[in-house]
């Protein structure tokens, strides 16, 4: 199982190197993920993450230029179906640092996921979310489709204490009336379980978007801290 996930960082890397433009931006995302789980399959999640800029990879010279970029606040809430199949709604906002006392966006998500399980511990994540997205007035339009594959570093099962690997791809599309562009998300990390309620998740995030026939690279380093609390049914 080591020898699978450094394959693909191997590859993650490759794929990064040979799409790079001559200046890539590099970016920091420090998140937090608390979820509240009800004994009528019902949960809320709300999550909020920064984006920083700290540096640009330049094959001349590096910028060590750091700068807040902006701040997302998700709400979702889900009931689960049937199986490990959940639907889910919500809502964020973005607030930008050029203007940090004004809303820059607000976004509407409808969304449905659902996990299967292999042998060993390992999951198989599918998430389909349609947005829209509304920026001064204007309505954006976006599809999303995520696939994700994660399994225990140590043994066939997650005990507390213990490291997975995890591996994501998602593709995005929005459109309006004035264009559209795709963009994909290419992810590889690591995630310490540290119990049923607590997770640290790390890793390294590549974003290729689409405008036109303009390629747009940036790489991003997300750390996020994942909350969960489960509320005990009444007796």
Same mark, same amino acid.
């Given at each position: 199982?080591?020898?699978?996930?450094?394959?693909?960082?191997?590859?993650?890397?490759?794929?990064i190197?040979?799409?790079?433009?001559?200046?890539?931006?590099?970016?920091?995302?420090?998140g937090?993920?608390?979820?509240?789980?009800?004994?009528?399959?019902?949960?809320? #999640?709300?999550?909020?993450?920064?984006?920083?800029?700290?540096?640009?990879?330049?094959?001349?010279?590096?910028?060590?230029?750091f700068?807040?970029?902006?701040n997302?606040?998700?709400?979702?809430?889900?009931?689960?179906?049937?199986?490990?199949?959940?639907?889910s !709604?919500?809502?964020?906002?973005?607030?930008q /640092?050029?203007?940090?006392?004004?809303?820059?966006?607000?976004?509407?998500?409808?969304?449905f996921?659902?996990?299967?399980?292999?042998?060993? +511990?390992?999951?198989?994540?599918?998430?389909?979310?349609?947005?829209?997205?509304?920026?001064?007035?204007?309505?954006?339009?976006?599809?999303?489709?995520?696939?994700?594959?994660?399994?225990?570093?140590?043994?066939?099962?997650?005990?507390?204490?213990?490291?997975? +690997?995890?591996?994501?791809?998602?593709?995005?599309?929005?459109?309006?009336?004035? !264009?559209?562009h795709?963009?994909?998300?290419l992810? /590889?990390?690591? +995630?310490?379980?540290? #119990?049923?309620?607590?997770k640290?998740q790390? !890793?390294?995030?590549?974003?290729?978007?689409?405008? !036109?026939?303009?390629?747009?690279?940036?790489?991003?380093?997300?750390?996020?801290?994942?909350?969960? #609390?489960?509320?005990? /049914?009444i007796?």
């Open positions: 199982m080591h020898s699978f996930f450094l394959s693909v960082l191997i590859l993650f890397l490759v794929s190197c040979a799409s790079a433009q001559s200046t890539t931006p590099v970016q920091w995302e420090p937090l993920s608390f979820t509240q789980k009800f004994p009528n399959r019902w949960s809320f #999640n709300v999550n909020t993450f920064q984006r920083a800029t700290f540096t640009e990879l330049n094959s001349e010279e590096i910028d060590q230029d700068r807040w970029n902006l997302e606040t998700q709400f979702f809430a889900t009931y689960e179906l049937w199986q490990n199949k959940k639907l !709604g919500g809502y964020a906002f973005q607030i /640092a050029e203007e940090p006392g004004e809303f820059h966006e607000h976004r509407l998500m409808q969304q996921a659902f996990v299967t399980y292999a042998l060993g +511990g390992k999951r198989i994540a599918h998430r389909a979310r349609v947005e829209q997205r509304f920026r001064n007035s204007a309505l954006t339009n976006r599809l999303r489709y995520r696939l994700g594959f994660d399994s225990p570093l140590n043994g066939e099962q997650l005990d507390p204490g213990e490291f997975y +690997g995890i591996i994501t791809n998602e593709f995005l599309w929005s459109f309006n009336q004035q !264009g559209q795709g963009e994909n998300r992810f /590889a990390g690591i +995630g310490w379980f540290f #119990n049923r309620k607590y640290l790390t !890793g390294l995030m590549h974003r290729l978007v689409r405008r !036109g026939n303009r390629y747009i690279n940036t790489l991003a380093i997300s750390t996020t801290l994942y909350m969960n #609390n489960q509320k005990k /049914a007796e």
